[in-house]
């Protein structure tokens, strides 16, 4: 009796395995066109773009050689770049801050009135589905020179302003359009998350004298920390990687003042065909992006 015991116990555990084997076989099946694919247009792009940048030339019958780090070395040394640099992290800040703050204030008193969010939240939701280059072509009409925006300061007493070929003034404009396109998507976010938080919550707060400010704090930026991080984590991945409004607008212009790191990328690899310079700077913008990922992992893994 005891050796059936035995038999019929390590019986069941070889079919178990035997069981977990064949899932684990037909999960592998089921996902090898996913990773093939993500292999082809992921993977092997980064891959290559990192042995590009160790390479100089061009795509032309001299091919390319290699060339190590020099390319690197070239964008620490390359006064254009750290410009770019300096170009980026400004239009990232003045981008991702407003992007976060009115799209919450916003969320937190369309959540109040629930029989007009809907409306509301359709109306700041259509930016974000409108075409970065038809949006471009209309902030360009409206700034430019005796635009629209002109007209109506120039109805209150205003001079008018060189917005678009005005080193002041040119990021500004790049910075409101950028803001513009991403605060419906940010408003979806912490709407949904300001619905998660349970009202007995608001309704304690109340009876123990909280008021509007004190609930704000301790109640609804804890409740939604997590829509928080991803859209800050997504608006400024959008901002790295903004290349439309720079193209359609001011051509990274005047006076460099509006290149950003993807038009830089862009200007050198297609417009001068230094593709090893231009690997190096997207292994930079890479390295950032990979970064922020990172950050928004390591933070809902600690949640």
Known sequence: MTVRKHESKYHFSDSFAALIDREDIAAGIFLLPALVLLGIFLVFPIVYLGYLSFTGGSFTRAGVHWVGVSNYLRLLLTPDFWQVIGNT????????IPS?????????LLNRNLL?????????????????????????????????IDSLLSNFGIAKISWLSDSVWAMPV???LSIWKQIGFNLVVFLAGLQAIPLNRYEAAELDGANDWQQFRYITLPGIQSPLIFAAITTTIFTLKSFEQVYIITGGGPLNSTNLLVYYIYDR???RF???YAAAAAMVLLAFTSILVYLQLQNWTQE
């Open 89 to 96: 992290i400004y239009f990232t800040i003045g981008t991702v």
């Open 100 to 108: 976060i703050v009115i799209p919450l204030g916003l969320a937190v």
């Open 116 to 148: 007009f969010t809907g409306i509301f939240r359709t109306i700041y939701f259509i930016p974000s589905i409108v075409s970065l280059v038809a949006a471009g072509l209309g902030f360009r009409w409206l700034f430019q020179t005796d635009g629209a």
């Open 174 to 176: 790049i910075i409101v």
């Open 269 to 271: 690899a297609f417009a």
């Open 274 to 276: 230094d593709f090893g």
